[in-house]
């Protein structure tokens, strides 16, 4: 009965590689987001998608490209990992836009 | 732009202890609250949140939180801590613009650290 799951909850991977990272909630939630959480734990949003479209971004390079097949789904895809890109990347979803609800995340490693 | 500050990194406090996480907030709007907590090696769960109406605010494992407009606070607190209280917590705030383009802005964080 998971609300909203990622996985894998973690990837290492070797720089200039391409990954994806995967989001599902079963929580009937219009909007989805991403965040990513640095090695200092401060997290910050990257995208967010509302009904399928993409309502917020925030400035992430271009290699992010997040996409969403239908309202349950968020996946991300990296291209060409860098070092800068290892952090904990956190999906959650809202029905208010309001209160939040977040997945475990998954920790990427790239070395 | 909208900020959130947590003076304190760490509060190392015993258990049974009260203790007091404080959060500060820049915006002469009103804005949505919120506190998280984070637990090692998992994702972030809600505690409580502050929308509108009664000031003080209850929030889940026995915790509580004051809004105050005039000093821009949200400070979180606890009448007794236990150790299973040791995590990570974030203060948040979403400006008020409504929608589906709300966007959580957090704190640094203060990790709570209870001592036997």
């Known amino acids: 009965d998971t609300a909203v799951s990622q996985t894998p909850k973690y990837l290492v991977t070797q720089m200039g590689n391409d990954k994806s990272i995967k989001c599902e909630q079963n929580l009937g939630h219009d909007t989805m987001y991403w965040y990513k959480q640095d090695s200092k734990k401060f997290l910050k949003i990257m995208f967010s998608y509302n009904n399928k479209e993409l309502i917020i971004n925030e400035t992430v390079p271009n290699r992010f490209s997040p996409k969403s097949p239908d309202k349950a789904h968020l996946n991300l895809h990296i291209n060409s990992l860098e070092l800068g890109d290892s952090a904990v990347y956190f999906c959650?979803?809202?029905?208010?836009?309001?209160?939040?609800?977040f997945g475990p995340g998954t920790r990427l490693t790239v070395t | 732009a909208q900020s959130v500050t947590q003076l304190d990194s760490q509060v190392p406090v015993f258990e049974e202890a009260p203790v007091e996480l404080r959060c500060n907030y820049s915006s002469s709007v009103s804005v949505y609250l919120f506190w998280y907590v984070q637990y090692p090696n998992q994702g972030l769960q809600l505690l409580l949140k502050?929308?509108?109406?009664?000031?003080l605010v209850k929030g889940i494992n026995g915790f509580e939180a004051e809004f105050n407009k005039s000093q821009t606070s949200f400070h979180l607190r606890k009448p007794s801590v236990h150790i299973s209280d040791t995590a990570e917590y974030f203060c948040a705030v979403i400006p008020p613009y409504g929608g589906a383009t709300n966007k959580l802005i957090f704190g640094t964080g203060t990790l709570l650290a209870v001592q036997p």
């Open positions: 959650a979803s809202s029905p208010t836009g309001l209160e939040q609800y």
């Open positions: 502050y929308l509108s109406g009664s000031t």
